[in-house]
C-alpha cells in the first residue's frame, strides 16, 4: 500500500512537473488539493480560478476514504472558513507574486438566516494578507425559488484577490469595444451619445465661480478634447465644472480626487477613449455548459472564465483549479492559448474532464504529447 502512495505521489509530481515545464499543456490531477499543492514548486502558476464546494449545498462523489478531506460538509460554518482559507494559503505559496486568484462563492439560507458566506472567507482571506482587488456580481440572469417569503436568488460572488498590489493585468485584452462612433461633419464635433461642448462652453463662459484664467483654462481643455473626438482618440466624454454640477462621490477633497480636481482647476473630465472601455464588475452570464448533463451539477460557463484568464494571465501562462470539477477552467484556458492544471477529488470528474479535452473540435487534445 505504502508502495502505491509513492508511486501516485511521483506520478503527480510528473504530471505537474510536465505542464510547469512546458512538456504538456494540461494535467488533470486525482487528489486532496491541499496535499497535491504541496508538491507543486513556488511561484509557479499564473492565475488561479476556481470555485470550491459550498457550504452545505451539495454531496460530491468521491471515495469514501477522501471523505474527510471534503470542503463543505463541516457542521460549523467556521470550519469551514477555516479549511478554505488553509487551501488559499498554499495557493498564495504557489502563485507567482504578481498572479492572481478568481474565487466563486455561493451563499447558503441555514435556518432561514443567511449566512454571508462569501464575506465569511473574503474577510478572513485579507486577515491572512490577500489583497481583495475586486467583488464581481454574477448575475445569473435566471435562477429558481422555493422560499415563498424572501426574494429570489439569481446571483452570486466572484472575488478577485492577488497577493501584492503589483501585479499582472492586461485591460487591453478585454476592453469593450464602442458600439457607437463619434459623428464628424465641417461644421459638427458630436461624440458617440450626442455631446457637442455647445452647453459646456456656456456654462464655462457664464460660469460665476470661474475666475477669467480658470475659464481660459476650461475653454481650451474643452477644445482640446473636442479636438481628440474629431481625431479619433475619443468616442465621448462628460464635463464637471465647478459651481454647475457635483462630483460623483463626494465633495470633500480628504476623500475624492475629482472633488480636488474640481477645487484646484474649476473642471474635470470623465472620457471614453475609442479603444474601448473595461467590463464592469456586474457580469450578466447565464450558468449553462453542455457538461451540466453529466453528474456534477454545479458547473462554470467557460464564458465566465474568459475574461480572468485574458486580464490576469499572459500567453502560455499555467491557470490552475484546485477544485476543478468536470474542467471547465482547464478547457477555457486551453482555448486561450494557456496551459492548464486541474485537481479534483473526484475520480469520475478527472475522467469526465480528461474527455471533456479530447473531444474538443479544436484539436486541443493534441498539443498534449
Same mark, same amino acid.
Not at 476514504?65 to 479549511?83: F, Q
Given at each position: 500500500?505504502?508502495?502505491?502512495?509513492?508511486?501516485?505521489?511521483?506520478?503527480? *509530481?510528473?504530471?505537474?512537473?510536465?505542464?510547469? %515545464? =512546458?512538456?504538456?499543456?494540461?494535467?488533470?490531477?486525482?487528489?486532496?488539493c491541499l496535499k497535491v499543492l504541496s508538491q507543486m514548486p513556488d511561484e509557479s502558476i499564473d492565475c488561479v480560478i476556481t470555485s470550491p464546494p459550498y457550504w452545505k449545498m451539495r454531496e460530491y462523489e468521491v471515495n469514501e476514504n477522501h471523505y474527510n478531506t471534503l470542503i463543505g460538509v463541516?457542521? /460549523?460554518?467556521?470550519?469551514?472558513?477555516?479549511?478554505?482559507?488553509?487551501?488559499?494559503?498554499?495557493?498564495?505559496?504557489?502563485?507567482?507574486? /504578481?498572479?492572481?486568484?478568481?474565487?466563486?462563492?455561493?451563499?447558503?439560507?441555514?435556518?432561514?438566516?443567511?449566512?454571508?458566506?462569501?464575506?465569511?472567507?473574503?474577510? %478572513?482571506?485579507?486577515?491572512?494578507?490577500?489583497?481583495?482587488? =475586486?467583488?464581481?456580481?454574477?448575475?445569473?440572469?435566471?435562477?429558481?425559488? &422555493?422560499?415563498?417569503?424572501?426574494?429570489?436568488?439569481?446571483?452570486?460572488?466572484?472575488?478577485?484577490?492577488?497577493?501584492?498590489?503589483?501585479?499582472?493585468?492586461?485591460?487591453?485584452? !478585454?476592453?469593450?469595444?464602442?458600439?457607437?462612433?463619434?459623428?464628424?461633419?465641417?461644421?459638427? +464635433?458630436?461624440?458617440?451619445?450626442?455631446?457637442? =461642448?455647445?452647453?459646456?462652453?456656456?456654462?464655462? !463662459?457664464? &460660469?460665476?465661480?470661474?475666475?477669467?484664467?480658470?475659464?481660459?483654462?476650461?475653454?481650451?481643455? #474643452?477644445? /482640446?478634447?473636442?479636438?481628440?473626438? $474629431?481625431?479619433?482618440?475619443? *468616442?465621448?466624454?462628460?464635463?464637471?465644472?465647478?459651481?454647475?454640477?457635483? +462630483?460623483?462621490?463626494?465633495?470633500?477633497?480628504?476623500?475624492?480626487?475629482?472633488?480636488?480636481?474640481?477645487?484646484?482647476?474649476?473642471?474635470?473630465? !470623465?472620457?471614453?477613449?475609442?479603444?474601448?472601455? #473595461?467590463?464592469?464588475?456586474?457580469?450578466?452570464?447565464?450558468? %449553462?455548459?453542455?457538461?451540466?448533463?453529466?453528474?456534477?451539477?454545479?458547473?462554470?460557463?467557460?464564458? #465566465?472564465?474568459? +475574461?480572468?484568464?485574458?486580464? +490576469?494571465? $499572459?500567453?502560455?501562462?499555467? *491557470?490552475?483549479?484546485?477544485?476543478?470539477?468536470?474542467?471547465?477552467?482547464?478547457?477555457?484556458?486551453?482555448?486561450?492559448?494557456?496551459?492548464?492544471?486541474?485537481?479534483?477529488?473526484? %475520480?469520475?470528474?478527472?475522467?469526465?474532464?480528461?474527455? $471533456?479535452?479530447?473531444?474538443?473540435?479544436?484539436?486541443?487534445?493534441?498539443?498534449?504529447?
Amino acid at each position: 500500500m505504502e508502495t502505491n502512495k509513492k508511486a501516485e505521489i511521483i506520478a503527480t *509530481v510528473d504530471l505537474i512537473t510536465d505542464v510547469i %515545464e =512546458g512538456n504538456r499543456r494540461f494535467a488533470f490531477v486525482f487528489g486532496d488539493c491541499l496535499k497535491v499543492l504541496s508538491q507543486m514548486p513556488d511561484e509557479s502558476i499564473d492565475c488561479v480560478i476556481t470555485s470550491p464546494p459550498y457550504w452545505k449545498m451539495r454531496e460530491y462523489e468521491v471515495n469514501e476514504n477522501h471523505y474527510n478531506t471534503l470542503i463543505g460538509v463541516e457542521n /460549523d460554518p467556521k470550519d469551514y472558513v477555516d479549511h478554505l482559507v488553509e487551501i488559499f494559503n498554499h495557493v498564495k505559496r504557489v502563485l507567482k507574486s /504578481d498572479g492572481s486568484l478568481w474565487l466563486n462563492i455561493g451563499d447558503k439560507f441555514f435556518n432561514k438566516n443567511l449566512m454571508g458566506m462569501p464575506w465569511r472567507v473574503a474577510l %478572513e482571506m485579507q486577515d491572512k494578507g490577500w489583497v481583495l482587488r =475586486g467583488d464581481i456580481i454574477w448575475d445569473q440572469m435566471k435562477g429558481t425559488q &422555493s422560499a415563498k417569503d424572501r426574494m429570489r436568488d439569481v446571483y452570486e460572488h466572484i472575488f478577485h484577490f492577488v497577493k501584492t498590489r503589483n501585479y499582472y493585468f492586461d485591460g487591453e485584452a !478585454i476592453k469593450i469595444k464602442p458600439t457607437k462612433n463619434a459623428v464628424i461633419t465641417d461644421t459638427k +464635433t458630436i461624440s458617440a451619445t450626442g455631446v457637442s =461642448g455647445v452647453k459646456y462652453r456656456e456654462y464655462i !463662459i457664464n &460660469s460665476d465661480s470661474l475666475n477669467e484664467k480658470e475659464k481660459e483654462n476650461a475653454i481650451n481643455a #474643452l477644445d /482640446d478634447v473636442l479636438n481628440k473626438v $474629431r481625431n479619433g482618440e475619443l *468616442v465621448d466624454f462628460r464635463m464637471t465644472i465647478r459651481g454647475q454640477q457635483r +462630483t460623483y462621490h463626494s465633495e470633500s477633497t480628504k476623500v475624492s480626487g475629482r472633488a480636488k480636481e474640481l477645487e484646484d482647476k474649476g473642471y474635470f473630465f !470623465i472620457m471614453m477613449k475609442s479603444s474601448g472601455f #473595461l467590463p464592469s464588475d456586474i457580469w450578466r452570464i447565464v450558468p %449553462e455548459d453542455k457538461w451540466r448533463k453529466d453528474s456534477h451539477c454545479a458547473v462554470f460557463p467557460e464564458d #465566465l472564465l474568459f +475574461t480572468p484568464i485574458k486580464s +490576469t494571465s $499572459r500567453n502560455d501562462g499555467i *491557470v490552475l483549479d484546485p477544485f476543478s470539477g468536470t474542467g471547465s477552467t482547464v478547457a477555457a484556458a486551453l482555448k486561450l492559448g494557456r496551459r492548464g492544471i486541474g485537481i479534483d477529488l473526484s %475520480e469520475n470528474y478527472i475522467k469526465v474532464s480528461e474527455n $471533456r479535452i479530447k473531444s474538443s473540435s479544436n484539436g486541443i487534445y493534441q498539443l498534449l504529447f
